[in-house]
């Protein structure tokens, strides 16, 4: 079992003893080989001890069953006034365990926030697959087929509310073939479509803002290369299957082609 194939999904189920034996053995032994989802296992493990400390714990009076079948039994002769008051103690009592458990969630993710950032960027990792592949299968492949960077550069510009760089780097051999506007980390962000012989690569990129992914640069996903890097205040991940080496390359020349240009300082006689 790998990672990509659910064990994360399966943590919560597994810390609960909720899976089956196999499945239960399975996820396991995929721990005891995954530091990160041992990691993540130990957060949820920690979080469980957190809540039987801080929750509160009340014991059923002596009686109460027998109080409950004699109550089932008898027909209720209800009263408007009562019948409110045990509504509004009900709300009440819900409302506040709404709020401790509001409050043990808050202080577990900002004494453990690396659970909320891995999250993210597993969401963010699977829906960037998810889009480069229906977009080279399905399509549309591009909102706008254009090589020319100024034209895509303007028509993103209307979409978006900020106006993305658009890199020409057909003399390296990846050659621009257009845009489109993606949904991505819950915003509109601007993607560019190359082409390198017969290979599709998707660049996605949009304000980084104040998030600050941890994140290694390169990794595999399914049939695919991934690449991120953050470089002139923008969030950048490019996805397609190229092999490992010309994803470097690619991701390198896209990266020097966003880096703000070095001004000279005029020499001083």
């Known amino acids: 079992m790998h990672c990509n194939d659910n064990a994360r999904e399966l943590l919560h189920a597994f810390v609960d003893g909720q899976l089956d034996s196999a499945t239960h053995h399975q996820v396991e032994k995929h721990l005891a080989q995954c530091e990160e989802c041992a990691r993540e296992r130990d957060a949820l493990l920690a979080l469980h001890e957190l809540l039987q400390q801080k929750m509160p714990y009340h014991k059923a009076p002596v009686g109460l069953a027998e109080r409950i079948k004699l109550a089932a039994e008898t027909p ?9 008051r045990r509504r509004a103690m009900a709300l ?24 909320g950032t891995r999250q993210q960027i597993a969401t963010i990792e ?21 090589s020319d960077p100024q034209t895509i550069q303007r028509f993103l510009a209307e979409k978006l509310s900020y106006k993305p760089v658009v890199p020409d780097l057909a003399r390296d051999g990846f050659v621009l073939a257009g845009a489109r506007v993606s949904h991505l980390d819950r915003k509109d962000v601007a993607t560019l479509i190359y082409r390198h012989n017969q290979h599709v690569i ?31 205040g923008m969030h950048c991940w490019l996805v397609s299957d190229l092999d490992a080496q ?24």
Do not use: M
Request: net charge negative.
């Open 76 to 84: 209720p002769v209800l009263e408007r006034p009562k019948v409110f």
């Open 92 to 115: 009440a009592a819900a409302a506040v365990i709404f709020i401790c458990l509001c409050r043990v969630y808050f202080e577990f993710h900002r004494a453990h926030p690396e659970i």
């Open 126 to 146: 699977h829906d960037i697959v998810a889009l480069h592949q229906q977009g080279a299968s399905q399509g549309p492949l591009v909102d706008l087929a254009s």
């Open 202 to 232: 998707s660049f996605f990129l949009w304000p980084a803002g104040e998030s600050n992914y941890r994140h290694e640069r390169y990794r595999a996903e399914q049939s695919y290369q991934l690449a991120y890097w953050a470089a002139g």
């Open 246 to 269: 010309e994803t470097k390359v690619f991701a390198g020349l896209l990266e020097k082609s966003l880096e703000p240009p070095v001004t000279q300082q005029p020499a001083q006689s």
